[in-house]
């Protein structure tokens, strides 16, 4: 929000532009905003739902008529891929290069119980797209 102007500021970042699935950029947003600890695990599913709804929101209101499912598929799966490896990398990295430590403490909360919460979360994500894809017609 802008300052003294309750009013919505918009911006683009471009460090993922490409061709890619619609919706796969809020996954990959969603994902990586919780890992740069803007979200607590709690807060992960309601946030993914409105950010998920307010993408579509946008779509809609430019004439986009396509299949909401898409859109979410591409979203959790593309959160459960990119954020997911990412923690796999962090635990595979953990005490191997000492520098690196304490930006892996960092991203993880500290500890192991944070790296397991990051986990949990972005199998949450791959298991909500594993869900959806099992509603769609082939």
């Known amino acids: 929000i802008a300052p003294g102007t309750g009013r919505f500021s918009e911006a683009i ?40 709804n307010a993408y579509l929101d946008g779509l809609r209101d430019e004439g986009w008529t396509g299949d909401e499912a ?7 799966a593309a959160c459960a891929r990119q954020a997911g490896m990412l923690t796999a990398n962090l635990a595979g990295f953990a005490g191997i290069d000492p520098a690196a430590d304490p930006v892996i403490d960092d991203l993880v909360r500290g500890s192991l119980d944070g790296l397991a919460a990051m986990s949990d979360q972005f199998l949450w994500h791959a298991d909500q797209a594993w869900r959806i894809l099992g509603t769609m017609s082939t």
């Open 70 to 76: 898409h859109v979410r598929l591409a979203g959790h």
């Open 13 to 52: 970042d471009w460090a993922y532009a490409g061709t890619g699935a619609v919706g796969e950029d809020l996954g990959s947003l969603v994902g990586m905003t919780w890992m740069l600890g803007e979200l607590e695990p709690c807060d992960m599913p309601t946030v993914t739902q409105q950010a998920f």
